[in-house]
């Protein structure tokens, strides 16, 4: 059943999927490219850094930060009201609480940009957001214990996606043209390999719980190290940078064919009845 009254809330979802499909791009195309040229690859605070110093780079971090307060006005509407139809099951609530932590998660990235355009360097420094947030999150009581349960449900939102991936379940809410019917594998390939970056995240929250030292937590650039540090570690970033990649085309996708099944016409062919 569509509900009308919230079809305000869809200009802001495309523009928030807009938004996160230029943040991923900008992460992985100059973590490819600093990697090809002998470095390393760079995570959100140097990405943004780095945009900030190249040509348009206050139009490019002014976008992305619109863009990822809006998927954070989104991913918080969409877990609360359940404008997807998650249901009110176990699996249904940790979707839904995964939403939400994940737009809160990027709220801190358009915030981030936003302090960029303005001067304030908001993403400067060679200590991660996100272990920032986990410091200050420490401090208060129970605070370790919170990030234990944030360490739980990132590491569930991270099987949700691998799980999308697997399934394809994904494409019950894409709208069937002649891209997202053909060219699947690729959109599978992105959601799988942001599922392992979510599932590596998990494992530094939880590991800092665990040892209740805030600098054990991170985000893309602590995943990038610790992947580099294993065996072959070079050509899984460089795997990994081209699977991010690969989301970033399957949030423009979304951005511009995603159906919401509580706002969107019932009568939309998704690319599930086209292959079926």
């Given at each position: 059943?569509t ?5 305000w809330?869809?200009p802001?979802?495309?523009?928030g999927y807009a938004?996160?499909g230029?943040?991923?791009v ?10 090809w ?12 850094k780095s945009i900030e110093?190249?040509p348009?780079?206050m ?17 918080i ?8 139809d998650?249901?009110s099951?176990?699996s249904?609530?940790?979707a839904?609480?995964?939403m939400v ?5 990027h709220a801190?990235i ?12 908001g ?12 410091q200050?999150i420490?401090?208060a009581?129970?605070?370790a ?9 990132t590491?569930?939102?991270g099987?949700y996606?691998?799980?999308k ?13 002649h891209f ?6 690729l959109?599978?390939?992105g959601?799988?390999a942001?599922?392992?970056v ?12 665990w ?5 054990q937590?991170g985000g893309l ?8 540090d294993?065996?072959?570690g070079?050509?899984?970033?460089t ?8 989301f970033?085309?399957?949030l423009?996708?979304n ?12 009568d939309l062919?998704?690319v599930?009845?086209?292959?079926s």
């Amino acid at each position: 059943m569509t509900d009308s009254n919230m079809n305000w809330a869809l200009p802001i979802m495309r523009l928030g999927y807009a938004g996160r499909g230029i943040t991923y791009v900008a992460i992985a195309g100059l973590s490819l490219w600093a990697i090809w040229q002998g470095g390393e690859a760079q995570g959100t605070s140097a990405a943004l850094k780095s945009i900030e110093t190249s040509p348009f780079g206050m139009v490019i971090l002014l976008a992305i930060g619109i863009g990822m307060l809006c998927y954070t006005t989104w991913r918080i509407l969409d877990g609360v009201a359940d404008l997807e139809d998650e249901g009110s099951d176990a699996s249904g609530y940790l979707a839904r609480a995964g939403m939400v932590v994940t737009g809160l998660i990027h709220a801190a990235i358009g915030f981030a940009a936003i302090a960029l355009v303005m001067g304030r360097g908001g993403a400067g420094g060679d200590t991660s957001r996100i272990e920032q947030a986990t410091q200050t999150i420490m401090a208060a009581p129970f605070g370790a214990w919170l990030i234990g349960a944030a360490g739980v449900i990132t590491f569930g939102t991270g099987i949700y996606y691998l799980h999308k991936a697997w399934s394809k379940s994904y494409q019950t809410k894409l709208t069937a043209n002649h891209f997202t019917t053909h060219w699947g594998s690729l959109l599978q390939f992105g959601v799988a390999a942001q599922g392992i970056v979510v599932i590596i995240i998990s494992g530094f929250l939880t590991y800092a719980f665990w040892t209740h030292d805030p600098q054990q937590a991170g985000g893309l650039g602590q995943t990038f190290s610790w992947l580099g540090d294993q065996v072959y570690g070079q050509l899984l970033v460089t795997v990994l940078c081209l699977g991010l990649l690969s989301f970033a085309l399957f949030l423009f996708v979304n951005a511009l064919y995603r159906v919401v099944p509580r706002l969107s016409d019932p009568d939309l062919r998704t690319v599930s009845d086209a292959i079926s």
